[in-house]
């Protein structure tokens, strides 16, 4: 991709530090190519969601996480558990990608993705920006192959950066690590309109009295 993409360096990297895969979150791949909780596959809820309040799977992200941090990663994505290769989300974030034609890739919604208001806002204030987007599959290869910029979003993360991505011990780098275009475009837009600085053209705002 570009050159970017390169071996995994030793020790821990900066403060948007790389993201890991996991394979359909059955297997953990950390920076040290570790498998782990290969038995974990089927936790979805009545309404065909991941039921994260469940105890094997709650225990079984907070597992991946704590490894991946210990390991020197900020976060976990998951792969599909049927095919090994479509990116699902993060364990606390939904995921985007900035293809290198400038389409705005996100995965789309099913029983393991969940509809963060985020992840809606994005897409929204992208459409509005003439900026062309997707809800659909995006495998790994693709991912480490065709993919310039990347970002997570949710309540908490807002719109956040990510340098990187591992998998199978190989590090996909995005934009020399810096904070990608398009996500930092989304972002003021996104804050602004939340803080003020910015119109709401899309009145998602409301006094309260």
């Known amino acids: 991709m570009d050159g970017r993409t390169t071996n995994v360096p030793s020790g821990a990297s900066n403060k948007r530090r790389p993201i890991p895969t996991t394979q ?13 909780a290969d038995d974990l596959e089927n936790f979805t809820g009545r309404d065909g969601y991941v039921v994260v309040a469940n105890y ?24 599909d558990a049927d095919d090994h290769k479509y990116l699902q989300e993060g ?13 705005l890739v996100t995965p789309e919604l099913g029983d393991t993705i969940l509809p963060g208001i985020t992840r809606a806002s994005v897409l929204e204030l992208a459409k509005q920006q003439g900026i062309k987007t997707e809800e659909r599959k995006i495998s790994i ?6 993919v ?6 949710g309540t908490a993360a807002g719109i956040t950066p990510i340098e990187s991505i591992t998998h199978n011990g190989v590090e996909a780098v995005f934009n020399n690590r810096e ?3 398009v ?6 837009l996104l804050k602004g309109g939340q803080y003020g600085s910015v119109k709401d053209v899309n009145n998602w705002n409301y006094k309260v009295l």
């Open 56 to 79: 094997g799977m709650a225990e079984f992200i907070h597992n991946t996480v704590k490894e991946a941090e210990n390991a020197g990663y900020m976060e976990v994505v998951y792969l």
């Open 91 to 103: 364990s606390s974030c939904n995921i985007f990608f900035v293809l290198k034609d400038n389409t």
């Open 24 to 36: 359909g979150r059955k297997e953990i791949k950390t920076k040290n190519n570790v498998d782990i």
């Open 183 to 188: 996500g930092t475009k989304l972002q003021y």
């Open 141 to 146: 290869e693709e991912v480490m192959e065709n």
């Open 179 to 181: 904070p990608g275009e």
């Open 148 to 153: 310039k910029e990347c970002f997570v979003t």
